[in-house]
């Protein structure tokens, strides 16, 4: 079920409804009932696809007990292992089979072989990325003694499907989700305002922003030995919002709808195309991943302790990995590679983390240095993203032929709307820039908040496309 | 709780005020409406409403752009002697033209049917952009109800009732377009003639039907042909059976440069042929025929509608198939 669906309309409400009713009172009526409803929401999609992610939680539920009732420490690492093998397994197997099978396939060619019978049509289950990570982390925790371990599989299965962030996030911990099923819960008026706050905001970034971005971004995209260098140069931009629009917008709905619930999830987005260096840009986007990234595989490897040798490889090893973990595509490795080799210099000379604070904090608008450097972090981040968006490395290159070749300035009249829908972001979230909710520096003028309100209602209603559109990262 | 509920029922109920006041705005503000191809609908069925009230109405047509651009009732009535009149529309879908006719049937009963068949009027998701327009002009309270709760989603439903902002959409973006950059294009939609005719007197050249993309880019699926619309046209010809009105289909032709770049053509003219076929109605296919002598670059103003000389070519072509005894 996707959150732009008119599904989705009639289910939350519903779902809200019954929930206040009587199965938030206690914990495992409310367990019992988000874990049901998480599965319908999940299996409105395909329903066969259920069964993987019960296995997947019944095996992590099981395989936890089992570390914290085991002493020896062989065994403890063997039952680890045996969750990380099924988990990384699975994903491996729907995500990544058809990329090495294709791989293998095309070297035999090269030497004349033909085995193209050999190539699988695999359907990606939706939010596989996502879920096994999340019940990864936990079999991880409880191994580290940083958790304890639950013998309730309800709240369990619940937290691994709560249906807010299944699809795609952000990526929650055992830790700071898990216990929230057994918490008692009540009425919180301004937790749950706080979450139609962020659902409005995300509805207008995916609605409004991405989504008319995307148009163009396909057209541009598909044929870029057609356009212009300048249209080129607006396709970039077009893309990098449409992303972001797509992503944070995702992350803010599942936020949202999460405290209409009582639930609190972890911040995925901080205004990442704010950032001033491309270290501060990792800390603002997709949080989620990058911080688990760091927990479970950078700090394991060391992280940027030992020697620059060490560094260097734990580096590149993360970006790598980070992209491949988006898709199964040279594309995404070199995109990686190029976010490491921008990440590289600063953790060397020590300027990781030069900017923790969020820029021209207390002040309306930045320094002449701060703001180059803004631009400068995006014009890096923009043309990095030229690879995540190609269907291949060719239609890269060739992107970038074209871009640079300054041949004709050329543009269409059509891609003026999404630009001003991004020209209006920017102006929002530029004054929030301090605050999670975007709203809040509209809160002591009532009418001017409310004003907001409708106008973006009415943008939403006009702007956004008839046919509900995939959320992007549905498909990693 | 019940103050929070209090809000929210507020905020939806001020933003349902301001749709429908934003909506009547844009109307407004539209000074342009003879220039887009969505008025005509209007145009034909106040035109259609005129007709007296069970008057003789020999011939009417059906289906999508191909059938309004493609057959001029008038040139057909000086031919032959009759009455008829065309109530094709753009991407008009066969779910669509049975729920036309159903409408039709209160005012007028024609004597034939005729639909043009384009076969990616089969593959349209989208009912509103071919069936909305036609909803807001339908008068008949039974016709209404049953085209609005048997044709469109849910979100449509919204879209024709109780959210009219949505059917602007269109217009906002021209009007900020023109307001903001002073831009005041729009592309050529035709004129409004009579009968349900747009002509159209422009010529595509041919470069520009080699430049053209849209045909080339179709990727059919294996069951291209959406449900809905198989089961609209099976009802269409159940209804047309039913009031003893006489049914037949055509293909309205295309450029050769456009159909040669349909990768399927030849499933898709199979399938057609099939279904006609298969309901037992007399079918006259024209998308490539030879014998008319259409040029691409005399006949045609784009890549898949004729010009007022083709449609003069082939109109005179059709007669022998209309005339002809089942």
Sequence with gaps: MLFNSVDFAIFLPLVFLLYWAGFYR????????????????????????????????????????????????????????????????????????????????????????????????????????????????????????????????????????????????????????????????????????????????????????????????????????????????????????????????????????????????????????????????????????????????????????????????????????????????????????????????????????????????????????????????????GLAWVFFRADSLDTAFIYFKYLFAFNHFGWVVGMFFPLLAIAVLLVVEWFSREEEIVFLFLTKRTWLRWGAYWAIGLAILLFSPSEPSVFIYFQF | MKRLVSKLGLYVFILLGLNFLMAHILGVLERDVDRRAYAFDKYRWEEFYQLPEGDQLDILFLGSSHAYRGIDPSLIDSLLGIHSFNLGSSGQTPLTSYHILKNAVHHVVPKMVVVDLYFHAFMEENQLSNGGNNWLEIKSSSAKWSFLFNAFDLYEIAALTILPIIRKKNNVRYLLRRYLLGDDHLDDAGSYQQQGYVRQDGRVSLAELEAEKFYSQLQLKKNWALQKHLEGLRKLVHFCREKEIEIRCISAPMPSISYQKISDRQRVQQFLSTLTKGLGLAYRDDTQNPSLGLQDDLHFYDDNHLNHTGVQRWNKALIPFLTREQ
């Design chain 1, 26 to 381: 206690k914990a495992e009526s409310r367990s019992a009932f988000l874990w049901i409803v998480s599965y319908v929401f999940y299996g409105w999609w395909d329903w066969r696809f259920l069964l993987l992610i019960a296995l997947s939680s019944g095996l992590d539920f099981h395989i936890a007990q089992r570390i914290s009732r085991t002493q020896e420490e062989k065994y403890r690492r063997a039952w680890l292992w045996l969750s990380i093998g099924f988990n990384i397994g699975v994903l491996a197997f729907f995500k990544y089979a058809n990329f090495f099978i294709d791989s293998f396939v095309s070297a035999f060619t090269l030497f004349g072989a033909d085995l193209s019978p050999w190539s699988l049509q695999l359907i990606l289950p939706v939010g596989i990325s996502f879920y096994t990570f999340q019940t990864l982390s936990y079999t991880i925790d409880v191994y580290r003694n940083k958790i304890e371990v639950t013998d309730h599989w309800l709240p369990f299965f619940a937290y691994v499907s709560f249906f807010p962030q299944l699809v795609a996030g952000p990526i929650e911990r055992a830790a700071s989700l898990l216990p929230q099923f057994s918490t008692a819960k009540y009425f919180d008026a301004a937790l749950i305002r706080s979450g139609l706050h962020l659902m409005l905001w995300g509805f207008f970034k995916k609605l409004v922003v991405a989504d008319n971005c995307g148009y163009w971004v396909d057209v541009i995209f598909a044929e870029p030995a057609t356009h212009s260098s300048l249209v080129l140069l607006l396709g970039i931009v077009l893309f990098a919002f449409q992303i972001y629009g797509d992503f944070s917008g995702y992350s803010d709905i599942a936020i949202g709808v999460a405290r209409l619930f009582g639930f609190q999830l972890r911040r995925n987005f901080a205004y990442p195309y704010f950032s001033r260096n491309v270290a501060e840009f990792w800390r603002r986007w997709h949080i989620s991943l990058s911080s688990w990234f760091r927990d479970y595989l950078y700090i394991p490897l060391g992280g940027s302790r030992g020697g620059r040798s060490q560094q260097i490889r734990n580096v590149l090893l993360i970006f790598l990995i980070s992209g491949f973990w988006h898709g199964a595509n040279w594309t995404f490795i070199i995109w990686g590679l190029i976010h490491a080799l921008l990440f590289l210099p600063l953790i060397l000379r020590g300027r990781n983390r030069s900017y923790l604070s969020i820029i021209a904090k207390g002040r309306l608008l930045p320094n002449i240095s701060e703001g180059l450097a803004m631009l400068y972090t995006f014009v890096l981040v």
